[in-house]
């Protein structure tokens, strides 16, 4: 009798055990999983849900968001996912189809950049996606994520949103920081020169004047003629900039040889404009980014 009770104590333990083991995993398995397509949005959302969700970022630090692939597990994890966050206005185009078949399949997505106000491009009716060099706009975005997270069923939403208001307060910090050390510039020096259309938004913010692009469009994929080119070069010369900022992540060629066209001494300058970079790269962090950003573009517009 004692043997047979000591059996069925010994067998009620393990399938106790199993039933422990069992709710883990299922609870494992039903965590809250968001993909997000860029790395400066996978930061925005990382923040926001801390341990609230599994958070995916396909684009790897230092990746061209124009550009970029996706692998076919990635694109399998997109199908299964809570919620896909992308940029949209048209700057994944490498993962646009990826995007586009998770929306016809049913996956909640979330568009953030057509939530925020976007503007076109200059002289063109071609949304600009590059809304996040405008911290308003950015806070904005982040207040957009937070609420459609907060909406997922099951998802810890004192967490999340704690995160957000802790999140708000720092890009709300940055928003000023930004707006202190630009107003350092006098007006005629806010003038920019890049290498593609990207600070469309931060010259609307903090009233810059874009000169030009050496790549006269919203891509980096684009290529500038030599008529494009001395257009540009006659534009340096007359107003004056100090410096040509190009994106750190791509060869800064086209600006040297605009610098050498222009017929004066023009610093050429790095930016992280459109990726992140991996941790120590400067800018790991979007506001990391755009403190690095900030302070380069006052150094090298600053009369010397």
Known sequence: MRSLFRLCAVSLAALAALLLVSGCSSSDTAKVQIVVTTNILGDMTKAIAGAAAEVLVLMPAGADPHQFAISAQQAARIERATLLVHNGLGLETGVQRQVTAAQDSGVPTLSVGERVDPITYRNSDRPDPHFWTDPARARRAAEVISARMLAIPGIDVEAVRGNSARYLTELSALDTWMTERFATLA???????????????????????????????????????????????????????????????????????????????????????ESLTAPGGGAATYLEMMRANTESIVTGLTPR
């Not at 020096?189 to 010259?203: C, E, K, W």
């Not at 980096?220 to 080119?229: I, V």
């Open 187 to 273: 007006p005629e020096q806010r003038r920019l020169v890049t290498n593609h259309h990207v600070f469309g938004y931060l010259a609307q913010r903090f009233d810059f004047r874009v000169i030009g692009a050496i790549v006269p469009s919203g891509t980096a994929l684009a290529s500038p003629s030599a008529s494009d080119l001395a257009e540009l070069a006659t534009a340096v010369r007359d107003s004056g900039v100090p410096t040509i900022f190009a994106d750190s992540s791509q060869p800064d060629r086209l600006a040297r040889v605009l610098a050498e066209q222009a017929g004066v001494h023009v610093k050429v300058a790095a930016l992280h404009t």
